[in-house]
Each structure stands twice: as C-alpha cells, then as structure tokens.
C-alpha cells in the first residue's frame, strides 16, 4: 500500500525541528545500532530503503554515496529535504521493482521497518533475495523487523491491559501507541494463516473506543502517531528467522532492551557468507 498524508505527518512530532515519534521511527538509541552494524570500511555506496530521515543522515554521514528507494511521492516531498546531502540521490520506485533493474551492488543496505509492508512471506522472500544479490562482497544489510515474539504473551498487550499500563505510569506514549496498533487487537485483526494484521480495523475500534469514552482523547492522540490503514506483515519470530536463513549470509540479531517495544521489534544484522 502507498502511504498517504495522513500517515506520513501523524508520524511528526515536531515539524520545525523534524522531529518524528519513537517507536515508529527509529530513535537515537537504535541509530546506534544502525551505525555500529556497518563494516569498518565505510567509504563505499550505500541504499536505504525507505525515506527514515534518522536513517539516511547517518548514512549520508558515513558513506560515499547513498540512495533512498521510497514508493511514496508523499513520502519524498515530506522527508526529501530533512536530509541535504549532494551524497544522496532519491528514486521514487518500489523496492523490489528497483532491485531488479539496477545492476549496481551496494556495501551496506539498510531500511527500518520496511518488511512490515509487504503483502506476506512471498514478497519478503523475494525483496530478502534481492537484497542478498545487491550487497557487495563485504557488505552488509541492516534491518529492525515486528514480529510476534518467540514468548508473546497474548493477555499483557490486549488493549485494556496497556491502557491499565499506561494510566499506571508502567509505559511510556510512544510504548503505548505502537503496541496498541500490532498488539491490542490481535486476536480480531490477525490473521495467523498470513500474518497479516489489519490495521484499517484496528484503527477503526480505536476510533469507537474513543468515542465511548474507553479510550481518551490523549490516548486517541497518542494511539494516531502510528495510524496505518493498510495491512502489515507481522510474522512470528520463528517464520521470519526461517525466511532469513534460506539466504546464504550470516546473519546476527540484535536487541535492546530500554522499551518495552525491543522485545517485538529487534535489528537483524546480515552479511555475505
Ligand atoms: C520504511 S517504512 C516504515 C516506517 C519507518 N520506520 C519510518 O521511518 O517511518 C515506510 C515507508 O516505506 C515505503 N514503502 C512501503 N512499501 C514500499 C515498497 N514496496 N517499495 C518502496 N517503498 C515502500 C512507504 O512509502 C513509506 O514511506
């Protein structure tokens, strides 16, 4: 699904200082991850998935060359200029589309999130294979991936037990909201079969929620800095870490562990074997 508007500026927190919301996008803490994921020589060209300004500033920083692949014209216009670097070159593509044309072959790739937005395990296995075609020797590829985590325990995260959370002072905003999308209504927006998680839905029961006064204002608030009305692939851990070992790379995961959302949404760190 092409991301519209509407997703795209719930996401900032800050338009003046371009500043976005944690959680949804990545925070300084897991640019760290993004940095200290890259091959000590760092000199060589770089493709970014996606338009992560946090992530294309610390590649523009570091690389010779970069390019950011997005989908979203949107996405470009809003996010393009957050980043100005003569290093950078944007192209307005589908990933997958993109890969296939160019014969180019890059030493790091990286992209946060971006998975999630596939139509399910047949298009990941298609973009992860491309990707694994693309990296030059030595290169690595650098992603943060949702998952349904090896032990989710389905009762901690419904909606009513983050409210309960969250009114307690026991999580954060960005804590609550991000969670609140993949996890609060699992059970009636996911389908196992998939892994496709209907977020139209769930945002449509947020909305009700709110107008019945079970959800207030400032949780409706909080919950819409990560609005997506599309599906998001949400595969399990064990799934996802299969799909990534039918790929002849090494592949490393990496976990923080200062927000609750670590626990769902960790780095995986992947170089040519
Ligand atoms: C990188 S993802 C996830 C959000 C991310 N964590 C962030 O920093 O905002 C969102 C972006 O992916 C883009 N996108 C989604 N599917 C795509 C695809 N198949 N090809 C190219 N871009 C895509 C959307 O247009 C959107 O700008």
Redesign the pocket.
Known sequence: ???EAE??TA?IANPARRL?HEA???NTEEIEVYRNALPAEREGCCLV???????RALMAGICAEVVS????A???AE?GPWVASPRETIVE??????LQQIGQRFDVIA????F???SGSD?AGQ?LRAIHDHLAPGGVFVT?MALVPEAFEEARWTWTALAEQFRAGDIGEAEFGLTLRLFGFFRRFYDVESAMLDCAGVYQEIASLCESGALSMREREIAWRYVFRGKNWLPTETAWEGLLAENAWLVTRRELRSKSWHAYYPFYVCSRA
């Open positions: 699904m092409v991301w997703f795209i996401r976005r949804g996008s990545p998935l996606g338009m992560t300004p946090e992530l692949v997005d989908s979203s949107v996405a470009i996010y593509a589908d990933w997958s589309r993109f992209g946060d999130g971006i999630g937005n596939l298009a973009l943060r």
